[in-house]
């Protein structure tokens, strides 16, 4: 396992530290498995050692992630997606990746959709887990939210943040 504070001093890379980058495993074939919204690596733990033998695993913290220190947190960045597409790529550069599959559950399957668009010679295969354009509900479209829960959401974030 290379621990972030090494993989950052080796690429130069403050962000591999700041989102937490781990790598484990071995082979040629690079995995980066990014989680959904209002968890962390740590909801891969259970899969990753099926994988690790044959594949190289990169896991790293959503910038939103509560194991993510909040001082590193730019409200003002993070108002788009495109932050988080950002955040993605330049793990996947820093680490000097030519081609990966990526496993992103909820949220981060919509960044990884839009980092596959804009560099989609990167990515091998996207494995979209629980994935939705839109998590707000509309008329004859179910996303799993209210508007006003959303609100709720988003005011909890800013006030515990």
């Not at 799993?144 to 829960?149: K, N, Q, S, T, V």
């Amino acid at each position: 396992e290379t621990g972030a504070a090494t993989v950052g001093a080796g690429s130069g890379n403050k962000l591999l530290e700041i989102l937490n980058v781990r790598v484990v495993g071995s082979g040629s074939k690079v995995v980066v498995l990014s989680h959904g919204f209002g968890t962390d690596q740590s909801v891969w733990s259970k899969i990753v050692p099926f994988f690790q033998r044959d594949h190289r695993i990169v896991l790293y913290d959503l910038a939103c992630a509560g194991s993510v220190n909040p001082d590193h947190f730019d409200f003002a960045r993070y108002t788009s997606l495109d932050a988080y597409v950002d955040d993605l790529l330049s793990i996947i550069d820093a680490l000097r990746i030519d081609r990966c599959s990526l496993v992103a559950h909820s949220f981060s399957a919509m960044v990884g959709v839009l980092a596959s668009i804009r560099r989609p010679q990167l990515f091998h295969k996207l494995i979209l887990v629980s994935f939705s354009p839109c998590f707000l509900n509309d008329r004859g479209y179910y996303g799993g939210f209210e508007r006003g829960e959303v609100v709720k959401v988003l005011e909890a974030m800013n006030t515990n943040y």
